[in-house]
């Protein structure tokens, strides 16, 4: 007995993703007449026969779009959550919001259980470590899936990626800060041999080796509690470091607690330099210079992004870099200035 078509068969015929050809037996006006063209031929052709009863049990997850997040208890990723969440909403999606907790177990169970609740897309950001089950179950739904921030699998091409020019970022941190007279610049945070952790020194890196200067860096998870503890460790064992980039804002918060607790001035005897400007970074006191990403402007692109591949079948191009910018507070120009 020969297979009823199906709307996969639909989507691989029109040469568009399965949200699209849903959108299109909805009658979407999300939906650009030469697609909706294409799709209609589509079905002609194939003989596909539109089971309206059968859509109506699945109605709940119509316009259902997924977002696991690594780590949601971190402000920089919970911004990006919500702007999200808000965009897709302004164009009437729902969105299932999981945090993974850095767990790679726990995000392949998070993954699976959305892909069985028939979300039409996906955004991720991939925990560390080996994310194969993870993308390999996304790669046989043939479902939008974009990764953002952190590049858990190599094959942009089925997940494109977009994050910001990170390299940049702590390049230009480093120059400021010589630029304020430091002359031993550490780098702290980050767990060693990590994408990300590699992509936030590089910048540091190449300043310091192009002005031949020494380098000290101390790596550890990116929290305030590292943060802590690394004053301690500057404070004891490198007495000359006067400035440090730190992986993130949460490591330089603790960092500066650390020396406040140890009576160490900041801003011109210590000088920080944070990255992502949250929030408090500039309500802290005094207040931190940070690398700015513009989060919530890179979830609304992110969500522009994958809105065109659900709704268009336009597929993001491989990889996105965003620019950063540094702003530079107290905590590096010193009192007053």
């Known amino acids: 007995m020969k297979r009823r078509p199906t709307i996969m068969d639909v989507a691989a015929h029109a040469g568009v993703s399965k949200s699209t050809v849903s959108l299109v037996l909805q009658g979407s006006v999300q939906v650009k007449p030469e697609t909706r063209a294409s799709v209609q031929r589509a079905m002609a052709d194939i003989g596909y026969v539109y089971n309206r009863a059968a859509a ?4 709940a997850s119509v316009g259902l779009v997924g977002l696991v997040i690594n780590d949601l208890r971190n402000p920089f990723f919970t911004e990006f959550a919500t702007s999200l969440q808000m965009t897709l909403a302004s164009h009437g999606y729902a969105t299932v919001i999981a945090n993974s907790d850095e767990d790679p177990a726990l995000q392949a169970k998070l993954v699976g259980s959305m892909i069985e609740h028939g979300v039409a897309a996906l955004v991720i950001s991939p925990v560390y470590g080996e994310a194969g089950d993870t993308f390999d179950q996304l790669a046989r739904t043939g479902i939008p899936v974009c990764q953002v921030l952190r590049k858990g699998d190599e094959r942009t091409d089925l997940f494109p990626f977009a994050s910001f020019d990170y390299a940049a970022g702590s390049a230009d941190a480093t120059r400021h800060l010589l630029a304020q007279g430091a002359r031993n ?5 980050g767990l060693a041999g990590r994408a990300i952790t590699h992509e936030r020194k590089i910048g540091w890196r ?7 200067m020494t ?7 990116s929290s305030r509690g590292f943060g802590l503890q690394a004053a301690d460790m500057l404070i004891a064992d490198h007495p000359k470091v006067d400035a440090a980039v730190c992986f993130n804002d949460l490591v330089a918060l603790g960092l500066m607690a650390g020396f406040a ?11 920080v330099v944070g990255f992502d400007d949250i929030e408090e970074a500039a309500q802290g006191w005094p207040p931190l210079s ?5 989060i919530a402007g890179f979830a609304r692109d992110t969500a522009d992004r994958i809105l065109g591949w659900m709704v268009q079948g336009q597929r993001p191009i491989p990889e996105i870099r965003s620019p950063v910018r540094l702003v530079a507070r107290m905590s590096s120009l010193g009192q007053g200035e």
């Open 56 to 59: 109506n049990l699945r109605s």
């Open 185 to 189: 610049i550490a780098f702290v945070g």
């Open 206 to 212: 190449e300043v310091l080796r192009a002005a031949d």
């Open 215 to 221: 380098e000290v860096a101390l790596h550890g998870k």
């Open 261 to 271: 607790r140890a009576g160490r001035s900041l801003g011109q005897g210590f000088r």
């Open 290 to 294: 940070s690398v700015s990403c513009d």
